[in-house]
């Protein structure tokens, strides 16, 4: 697996390609008494670019759900050029990030890592509280990782995005088309579905509402229209999220 599972203390620099972050000052959430204890892996595609990537694919998703949720983690990555002989072997379908609990099961769908991690922490900053609001948080994680596979898929196929990436008129025309296609009704489905505040659900930092926060993100760097800003009720919910301070280390890569 690369360079092998890495401590989340003391990270090489290009650590933070894939937006990894940790802190072990703030703390580890408790997880439900019912699953085995222990620390949770991440694995993540690992690009090595001399700048870093600027918009960091589900890594980011990934990574924002991992220190909102206060987890006890290590880091791990595949790098490319392993890619194809140990993407089956590493991963559950072939692709990542991934995670995996700490009883060897493993997630690679960001939906799926969502889910886990709300309910594995649910008093953190991703839990929820009610079966409505989980209700509402696992619509949320599943669209929002629906809007980023549309926004992913043409026409490269590829699951990072950098800005560098977009200076190419044919990509750039090509995920506008598919934006306005897929991913702008979605929106507007999303802005009505908001409340006044920006949130879906009573705290408003739901496992959903973070993976949401993820895709729309990634939408805004990478210059979708109607973007930067978003609607009122969305642009309050990046807002909101984008100032915990759990938000900040993801995009210092502390």
């Known amino acids: 697996q690369g360079e092998g599972l890495r401590e989340r203390k003391g990270l090489p620099e290009h650590a ?7 802190s072990a000052e703030t703390g580890v959430a408790k997880p439900l008494p019912e699953v085995i204890g222990g620390k949770i892996k991440a694995i993540y595609l690992d690009t090595k670019t001399p ?18 949720a206060g987890a006890d983690y290590e880091m791990g990555w595949l790098n490319f050029g392993d890619w194809e002989n140990l993407k089956w072997s590493a991963t559950v379908f072939g692709y990542g990030p991934m995670i995996e609990a700490p009883d060897g099961t493993k997630f690679c769908e960001i939906a799926a890592i969502a889910t886990f991690l709300g309910t594995y922490y649910p008093d953190s900053l991703i839990g929820v509280k009610t079966p ?16 980023y596979t549309f926004h992913n898929n043409p026409p490269h196929g590829c699951t990072i995005f950098t800005k560098d990436m977009f200076k190419d008129k044919a990509m750039l025309d090509a995920s506008k088309a598919n934006f306005e296609k897929e991913i ?43 973007c930067d800003p978003f609607p009122p009720k969305t642009q309050k919910l990046v807002d909101r999220i984008d100032a915990l301070p759990e938000i900040k280390r993801v995009f210092e890569g502390k």
């Open 16 to 22: 933070s390609t894939m937006g990894a972050a940790c």
């Open 51 to 68: 700048t870093g990537v600027q918009v960091m694919s589900r890594g980011l998703h990934t990574s924002a759900l991992l220190e909102c």
């Open 132 to 147: 409505v609001d989980f209700g509402v948080a696992s619509m949320l994680a599943v669209k929002g990782a629906e809007m």
């Open 184 to 226: 702008a009704p979605a929106l507007v489905a999303l802005e009505k579905l908001l409340k006044p505040d920006g949130k879906a659900t009573s705290t408003g930092t739901s496992f959903g509402e973070v993976l949401m926060w993820g895709t729309l993100t990634q939408l805004r760097h990478s210059k979708m229209p109607n």
